[in-house]
C-alpha cells in the first residue's frame, strides 16, 4: 500500500504476557518512528530509528520495551510481561528523514489493552 | 509534564463560529506543526512553521508561530461540522531529526 501500515489494528493480551506490533513504513523511507498515545493524550515518542539502527531510544519507559528495525524497512515493537499501564494506542510513523522539517506519515495504530 | 501546553481541551461550537487553539511552551522550537487527528486514525499533519512571527493559511485556517518560537495558535474561519477532530501541536526541537513533543490536544466538536 501508499502508506504506512500497522498490524494488528487491536491487540488484546493479559497481564503479563508478550507482544509484538508491526509497522511497514512507506516503501523507501529511512526514518521511522514509534510513539505511544494515551486515552486524553497526546503522541509521547518512544524510539527513532534510521535505516536499521536505533539512532534514539530515549523515550522508550524500561527494559520491557524493545524495537527492531532488522533490514531497515519494517519494524517490530515488542513488549514484554504487559502491564495494565502499557494499554495505549501505539502509533508508527514514517519519513524520508534526511532534512530537517521533512514530513513524517503516520499509520492508523494499534489499540494495545492489557486486561 | 507536557512539554506543549494545548488550550482550550475541548471545544464545542456552532457551525459558522470563528475559534482559536493555542499552543504554548517556554521551551525553543526550530519548527512547529499542526496535526488533525480522527478517530481511529493516526495524525495528518497540516501545516509546518519554522521561522518565529511566520503565518500561514491553509484555506480557512490560519497558523502563527510565536516571534520567540515557543507558541503556535491556529485559527479557524467559519468552522464547518467537517473540522471536527482532534487538533495536535507538536514541536520539533532540533535535537534527533524528526522527533516530536506533542501537546495534548484540542478536541473540536462543530455542530450544524
Known amino acids: 500500500g501508499a502508506g504506512v501500515s500497522q498490524t494488528p489494528s487491536n491487540k488484546v493480551t493479559e497481564k503479563g504476557k508478550y507482544v509484538e506490533l508491526r509497522c511497514d513504513p512507506i516503501?523507501?523511507?529511512?526514518?521511522l518512528y514509534w510513539y505511544r498515545q494515551s486515552l486524553g493524550q497526546g503522541p509521547e515518542f518512544l524510539i527513532y530509528f534510521q535505516g536499521t539502527g536505533a539512532a534514539d531510544d530515549s523515550g522508550l519507559p524500561n527494559d520491557r520495551f524493545f524495537a527492531v528495525r532488522p533490514e531497515g524497512s519494517v519494524s517490530t515493537l515488542k513488549i514484554q510481561r504487559t502491564e495494565r499501564g502499557d494499554s495505549a494506542v501505539y502509533l508508527c510513523a514514517s519519513s524520508s528523514g534526511d532534512t530537517p522539517n521533512t514530513e513524517a506519515f503516520f499509520g492508523q495504530g494499534t489499540r494495545l489493552t492489557v486486561v | 509534564t507536557q512539554l506543549l501546553e494545548q488550550s482550550p481541551q475541548f471545544l464545542s461550537i456552532q457551525e459558522g463560529e470563528n475559534l482559536t487553539v493555542y499552543c504554548n511552551s517556554s521551551s525553543v522550537f526550530s519548527s512547529l506543526q499542526w496535526y488533525r487527528q480522527e478517530p481511529g486514525e493516526g495524525p495528518v499533519l497540516l501545516v509546518t512553521?519554522?521561522?518565529?512571527?511566520e503565518v500561514k493559511k491553509l484555506k480557512r485556517l490560519t497558523f502563527q508561530f510565536g516571534d520567540a518560537r515557543k507558541d503556535s495558535s491556529l485559527h479557524i474561519t467559519a468552522a464547518q461540522p467537517g473540522d471536527t477532530g482532534l487538533y495536535l501541536c507538536a514541536g520539533d526541537r532540533g535535537s534527533t531529526l524528526g522527533r516530536l513533543y506533542f501537546g495534548r490536544g484540542t478536541q473540536l466538536t462543530v455542530w450544524p
Open positions: 512553521v519554522v521561522t518565529g512571527g
Open positions: 516503501s523507501g523511507h529511512t526514518a
